[in-house]
Structure formats: C-alpha cells, structure tokens
C-alpha cells in the first residue's frame, strides 16, 4: 500500500489547513491509518488515528479540539482537518497505515508511511 500526502503549506497562527492521505495498491483498504508529525530536532509525535469504521479515533492531547480525522473507508484516503493553527504545530506530517492489526490508536505498528508534507505556522 502506498500513501502520497498533500495539503500542506504556510499559513498564519490561527489559519486552517487540510491534509489529505491517499493510499494505492494492494492492499486496497487501511484498518488503521494515522498522521505523525515531526519537528527539526524533536522526535516524531503521533497526531491523531482512526479505524476503517471510523469508530476508534485517537487525538494527541496537543492537538485534541483543534485536529479531526477521518477517512474514506473505501479508498484508503484520510483526512486531518486542522484549525486554530500554532506555531508549534509546525513540521513535516507523515500519513501511515496498516491493514491487520490487533487495535487501532497512536500506539498502533504501521507499516505503511508516505513521504510526508510540510506545515508552516507563523
């Protein structure tokens, strides 16, 4: 399964931007997909994930009220809507998914990632 991001861009702290994850191949669907984040110099840092049903939707406490996800359960296409952009909300945001695994949250071993694109907050 392969995933190409898109969405990213520069934008003003409070602005809005959507990003948009979308898987090909084989296999056709994701159980799990998920956004990460990483910044210049910190680790990556789990964003949010939610399950092919749409049922089981993680946040990190970071971006919880400002970020959802959601997904096209049969595309293997996510979304992350955010909004009430920071600063600190800037870095490369990777898509990953996976398509067995015995639950669906940050935690989650995707084994699936895309190349990831860049939000700047200023």
């Known amino acids: 399964l392969q995933l190409v991001e898109s969405g990213g861009g520069s934008v003003q702290a409070g602005g809005s931007l959507r990003l948009s994850c979308v898987g090909s191949?084989?296999?056709?669907?994701?159980?799990?997909m998920g956004w990460f984040r990483q910044a210049p110099g910190k680790e990556r840092e789990g964003v949010a994930s939610i399950d092919f049903y749409g049922d089981a939707i993680t946040y990190a406490d970071s971006v919880r009220g400002r970020f959802t996800i959601s997904i096209d359960n049969t595309k293997a296409i996510a979304y992350l809507q955010m909004s009430s952009l920071k600063p600190e909300d800037t870095a490369m945001y990777s898509c990953?998914?996976?398509?067995?695994?015995?639950?669906?949250?940050?935690?989650?071993?995707?084994?699936?990632w895309g190349q990831g694109t860049q939000v700047t907050v200023s």
């Open positions: 990953a998914a996976v398509s067995v695994a015995p639950r669906c949250d940050l935690d989650t071993h995707f084994n699936n």
């Open positions: 191949g084989y296999p056709y669907y994701a159980y799990c």
